[in-house]
Nanobody
Framework: QVPLVESGGGLVQPGGSLTLSCAVS????????RGWYRQAPGQLFQRDLVATFTEYGSTRYADFVEGRFTVSRDVAKNTVVLHMSSLKPEDTAVYYCHAKQGLNDYWGQGTQVTVSA
C-alpha cells in the first residue's frame, strides 16, 4: 500500500472554499502524485475525475468544475494541491488523491468534503 497522505477535507457552507493537499510519505522511485478524484454518496464503485496532471504535464478538469477549482503541484516535493472555491452541495463527496507508478494506480484513503448550510 502506497502511503499517500491527504489533508484538508471538512465541512463548508455553500459558496465557501477548501484546499486539499496530498503528499507521498517517503521516497518511492517512479511514483508521481497526479491529482484528485471523488466518490459521491451512493456511488459505491465509481470515482469521478476532478482534476489531474496528465503525463505531459498539462492539467485536465472535469466539466463540473466550471473554473471553480485549481490543481497545482510541487514536482520536487511530489505533492499536489486542489484549491476549491464556490463550493456547491453537489460537491459533497469523498475526495481521493491519485498517484501513478508506471501503469499502476495508487489511491489515498480519502478525505470527506461536505458542503452544507
Amino acid at each position: 500500500q502506497v502511503p499517500l497522505v491527504e489533508s484538508g477535507g471538512g465541512l463548508v457552507q455553500p459558496g465557501g472554499s477548501l484546499t486539499l493537499s496530498c503528499a507521498v510519505s517517503g521516497s518511492i522511485f517512479g511514483l508521481f502524485v497526479r491529482g484528485w478524484y471523488r466518490q459521491a454518496p451512493g456511488q459505491l464503485f465509481q470515482r469521478d475525475l476532478v482534476a489531474t496532471f496528465t503525463e505531459y504535464g498539462s492539467t485536465r478538469y472535469a466539466d463540473f468544475v466550471e473554473g471553480r477549482f485549481t490543481v497545482s503541484r510541487d514536482v520536487a516535493k511530489n505533492t499536489v494541491v486542489l484549491h476549491m472555491s464556490s463550493l456547491k452541495p453537489e460537491d459533497t463527496a469523498v475526495y481521493y488523491c491519485h498517484a501513478k507508478q508506471g501503469l499502476n494506480d495508487y489511491w489515498g484513503q480519502g478525505t470527506q468534503v461536505t458542503v452544507s448550510a
